[in-house]
């Protein structure tokens, strides 16, 4: 009999450690993900914290699938008038580009993630929530090496990270940007994770929401009342469900605008017959292209707010007659010619449950929570996720996100459990690896860190990495303007991915976030 627990893959050691610590004890899918991503939020402090939000899909063939939503909602219950805002703009250079975000106390939404993790462990969870909180309140407490990766990535959002000193205590030791190998604590959050463990849960979840609405409500210029975190509960979701061939995708549902865009992009691949091409070749490149264009210009229809008029639409999009006209728009296509802060942890145990879950925190706002230690998120202030304008949205509003961790079942089991971090290059990102697996039939680690390409409007990025001879060339001929990349980027999201096949349980971590794959035995 194998001794084999489980398998998970997560953007950062510690994250995958902790989760496979929970596998080796007993614990299951759930145990594992929950602390996995509790030690995130300390490993990984540029990408994630209890202050941002995120999805999370889990099942088994047994009990069935489902979605907890536990992404953000709009602030400003109670409010008559905005009050004057502590919003501004500040600029973010990636080397090969700049990106604008906004950030301040009025850039908060409401986070979901401490009460989400929560509550998917009291749902699902088999070990005792101490033994989940454990390694993260260790690492916050006593410290931890920082990576390669996120020594980077806290370099890159250096402008916010010293916006504040609630802030600068937690990303800049004796004031300086953490070097890869420095040794970096967060005692205040250890202690809060501590007491999430040993004590009442609840006592903590009461001292979190009060110290958010006293730090960003409107007498600080934020916008979040304590009607707002009264009303806000994560939200259980049936998964959008797309057929693909001999298996069954599951992704996240509406509000959220990913994955619906990643089901139409691959039923638009296999309504053009995707998958007989040479992989990697001038065929391949500029099929692919052409779907990713169509998925584009789909979104550009208003897509994302009748996703929130009418939830129904896109289940009824892949189910009807409306997907050939999309079809003939990206064979049109075929024949005419930065950060997203963001991160992803999959699981599938021994006894074959999956979960998949994706988190952010945006690029955080510049403040945390004085006391606690948790950077809060700046998901008012991200374009990607407020394409009608900025405060727009009426209080309460769930926020649309690219998230779409996303299990594949052969029969009704989990042969693929993925996801991806990556903004607006999520849906990108998990469609290439899913028609790389499904149509290609790439072995799982070619599937991920293969070259990737993105297309936003007009406007398209690629990788120039193990194409075919000429593939390259053919992309910048029919995409004038396109950026190439002349190697792997973390702009092109971060796919970790694990597989379950005849009882042999594997993983791929993507090696443009620091991938890393964990089995437990």
Known sequence: MSSIRGVIAASEAHTAAAGARLLRRGGNAIDAIVAAKLAATVTELPLTSLGGGGVCLWGDADDGYEVLDFFAAAPGRGLATLPKLDFAP????????????????????????????????????????????????AWARDGFRVSPQIAMIAGLIAPITRHSPTVARLFLPGGLLPKAGDRLANPELGDFLHALGEDDPDTQVAKYWESLVDH????????????????????????????????????????????????????????????????????????????????????????????????????SLLAGDALPAWVGRARSLRTENPLGATTHISVIDAEGMAAVMTTSNGEGCGHALPGLGIHVNNFLGEDDINPGGFHRLAAGTWMSTMMSPTIVLAGDRPCFALGSGGSNRIRSAILQALLNLLLYRRPLDEAVNSARLHVEGRKLWFEDVGLAAGAADALQTAWPGATRFDSTSMFFGGVNCVASSNGYLSGAGDRRRGGVVVVAE
Do not use: W
């Open 216 to 315: 960003f409500g409107p007498a600080h210029g934020g916008l979040i009342t304590a009607q707002d975190v009264a009303a806000y509960a994560p939200v259980v979701r049936e998964p959008l469900r797309v057929p693909f061939g001999a298996h069954t995708v599951l992704t996240n549902p509406p509000p959220a605008a990913g994955g619906g865009l990643i089901g139409v992009g691959m039923r638009i691949a296999e309504g053009l017959g995707l998958g007989k091409e040479e992989f990697l070749s001038r065929e391949h490149q500029l099929a692919l292209a052409a779907v990713l264009a169509t998925v584009s210009d789909f979104r550009q229809t208003g897509y994302d707010e009748l996703l929130r008029t009418d939830p129904g639409a896109i289940r």
């Open 90 to 137: 500040i600029t973010v250079d990636f080397g090969q580009a700049t990106q604008v975000f906004h950030i301040g106390k009025a850039a908060a939404a409401i986070p979901g993630e401490l009460v989400g993790l929560l509550a998917l462990h009291r749902r699902a969870g088999r070990r005792p929530l101490r033994e989940v909180v454990a390694p993260a309140a």
